[in-house]
């Protein structure tokens, strides 16, 4: 059965962005009668929000979709430390002091998160004094070493067809954090395979970081979905709609009285294909 998801974080409302990406993702499940989930990624520390959880409801509710919802991150923290405690038994973490300054200060390359970590902490790289393990410490993933235990890293995109995963672009990606549980990395790879996701539906943004699911799907024996990446909404600018710049939200337009279903075959009907402008939306905003 084809299942997917749809996996807001509570840290700012939902926009059109996010009402496209539900869309795909319950269209994709009900077009092989399967089911769509729900899951809350609510592990950002400060930034997550309770009570958003309840408007994204309402939300969804109002674009017409329906959806079977799933325990949410807050509750999956063992699941997590689980799968890093694997990682780590086979020697593939290695823990880390350096904040983000000093990752930017001494990186030499840009992957597709921005500054390549320049291994400073890394094991083997001779260093003085060894980073020993703490409640201080991130934890990042060798991946050299990673790369070299995965083997075959193949998986398939719906509309790119065939890939090969080369994760080796991020470099040593942390997957414990010190602020949070786990990086959205590991726990979006956990999640994804608990709740037998099939097909993976995901904004083009986050092409790149299936690549580096794809590693620790084999790293920790999970199964391997199809994804679907698909495109980005943009406001009239070319930029990608988000919550930081004020995108109009979903509770706003519900609240002023927007019919939601309207909105939903709209947002079905427009050229998504093409990556629309959606500044027609944006000005009609309350």
Request: aromatic content about 6%.
């Amino acid at each position: 059965m084809t299942v997917t998801r749809f996996a807001p974080s509570p840290n700012g409302p939902l926009h059109l962005g996010h009402a496209y990406a539900a869309i795909v993702a319950q269209d994709r499940a009900a077009r092989d009668q399967g089911a769509f989930l729900l899951r809350i990624e609510d592990i950002d520390g400060a930034r997550s929000r309770p009570e958003l959880a309840a408007a994204f409801r309402a939300d969804l509710a109002w674009l017409g979709l329906a959806w079977r919802e799933v325990l949410p991150q807050s509750q999956r923290i063992a699941t997590y430390a689980a799968a890093a405690d694997t990682l780590r038994a086979a020697g593939l973490l290695y823990p880390c002091r350096c904040t983000r300054a000093e990752i930017a200060a001494r990186a030499t390359k840009q992957g597709p998160d921005g500054p390549v970590y320049p291994g400073t902490c890394r094991p083997g790289t001779g260093r003085k004094h060894p980073v020993e393990p703490g409640p201080d410490v991130a934890w990042r993933l060798d991946m050299e070493r990673a790369m070299a235990a995965a083997g075959d890293l193949a998986w398939l995109d719906e509309r790119r067809g065939p890939q090969q995963a080369r994760p080796g672009a991020f470099g040593d990606v942390v997957l414990w954090r010190k602020d949070a549980p786990a990086s959205y990395h590991l726990a979006a790879t956990v999640d994804d395979a608990a709740d037998g996701i099939t097909v993976v539906t995901r904004g083009a943004d986050l092409f790149a970081a299936t690549h580096v699911h794809r590693l620790l799907q084999a790293l920790l024996g999970l199964p391997v979905p199809v994804w679907h990446h698909h495109p980005v909404l943009v406001e009239a600018d070319g930029r990608k709609l988000a919550k930081r710049r004020g995108a109009p939200s979903l509770t706003d337009r519900r609240l002023s009285g927007e019919d939601g279903i309207a909105l939903t075959a709209d947002l079905r009907a427009a050229l998504f294909d093409t990556g629309i402008s959606l500044s027609e939306y944006v000005n009609q905003a309350p």
